[in-house]
């Protein structure tokens, strides 16, 4: 069922969930927690569904926020909200609210979401792309236990994985440290088989892939060792290799779906670690609503801690100032007779 209300209120988006729900048969409230997506129209169908997708692990009241942008200044003046109700079959297994705020009515959109967020439970709150730099400085981000973003979806991924370590507060996560999941898992799990400790590491990945680069600061805040962050082709993340005494164990996915798990003393073995979709990623990061310490640690490491990444790069540029300075160098003699002057004033006196 879809109800379409137009310039209303959140005491009548209320009023319509509750009249949808007797509707349908289900008078009574089985969600259990609320998700409120901030986005745009040109990403709210792809994160409605991703969404209405991971309700089905988790029931919950969906709430869409979409800030319109006012083309005018008299539009930019006014305010009105604008409003769709789904529950049953067009809302997974809960119910969803799309608003879309027009004119003033955009800067407090949390005066809105307020009174439509499910009591006693929990909230987590979206942002499939253009995620503010502070989540829990947001008047939207405030009103979350949970505050998910995707630096993949950003401009510069590797800057954006720096501000959110400065400005990170408990509760915040990424969708771009929730893909290497199965990853840590298997090399835990990989090393847990080994007699010796790692002595160094290197993580090979597309270039700007901030998945690469969590799980390197990861290794390298948990192992102590260095890591090298180096480049591939792809898809994403595509190997880890981990030096020891005894060989180098190497964890290899170069197609996006199976990879391969090699250890000094052990044969071979293939292992299921296929891309993931953005529902899968959505509802696994709902499964645990307590602040994540090994995301904040391996975050605040630094990317610009990971060793030799940036020494191979700035390489051929060392070279450069070198040959710039020579010129001086030469010119310095014919600068020696400059001193010469004071000393014929003080042979003339």
């Known amino acids: 069922m879809k109800i379409d209300l137009t310039e209303t209120n959140s005491s009548k988006i209320n009023a319509s969930l509750v009249q949808a729900r007797r509707d349908i048969g289900t008078p009574a409230i089985g969600m259990v927690l609320t ?10 169908y792809d ?13 919950s009241r969906i709430v869409v ?11 930019r003046q006014g305010a009105r909200l604008d409003a769709e109700v789904r529950v049953g079959t067009d809302s997974g297994t809960g119910e969803t609210v799309v608003l879309r705020l027009h004119g003033e009515l955009v800067d407090h959109a949390q005066s809105v ?42 401009e510069d991924p590797i800057e954006a994985l720096g501000s959110r370590a400065v400005a990170y507060a408990p509760g ?22 080994q007699t010796h400790s790692v002595t160094s590491a290197t993580v090979e990945g597309e270039d700007d892939n901030p998945s690469c680069e969590l799980l390197a600061m990861w290794l390298a805040d948990r192992l102590g060792v260095p890591v090298k962050r180096t480049s591939s082709a792809g898809p994403g993340l595509t190997a880890v290799r981990l030096e020891t005494k005894d060989g180098e164990i190497v964890l290899d996915r170069a197609d996006g779906a199976l990879a391969t798990l090699c250890m000094p003393g052990q044969p071979d073995r293939a292992v ?22 090994t995301y904040e640690a391996s975050l605040k490491f630094g990317v610009s801690r990971l060793a030799p990444v940036a020494g191979q790069a700035p390489a051929p540029a060392k070279a450069a100032p070198a040959k710039a300075e020579a010129p001086a160098k030469a010119e310095a003699p014919a600068a020696k007779p400059a001193p010469a002057k004071p000393a ?3 042979a003339a006196k």
């Open 65 to 75: 926020v979409i800030k319109r942008v006012s083309r005018s200044p008299r539009s």
């Open 47 to 59: 994160a409605l569904k991703s969404a209405n997708d991971a309700s089905r692990e988790h029931p």
């Open 272 to 293: 299921a670690l296929k891309r993931r979709d953005t529902a899968e990623l959505l509802a696994e990061e709902l499964r645990r609503l307590d602040p994540d310490n």
């Open 172 to 193: 915040d996560t990424d969708l771009s440290w929730t893909r290497i999941t199965p990853w840590r898992s298997m090399l835990a799990a990989a090393l847990d088989q």
């Open 344 to 346: 014929k004033k003080a």
């Open 35 to 44: 998700l409120v997506i901030v986005t745009d129209e040109e990403n709210a």
């Open 113 to 154: 979401v307020l009174p439509l967020l499910l009591p006693d439970a929990p909230v987590v709150v979206w942002w499939p792309e253009g995620a503010p730099q502070d989540l829990a400085g947001d008047p939207l981000g405030a009103l979350g236990q949970r505050r998910i973003t995707d630096t993949y979806s950003t």
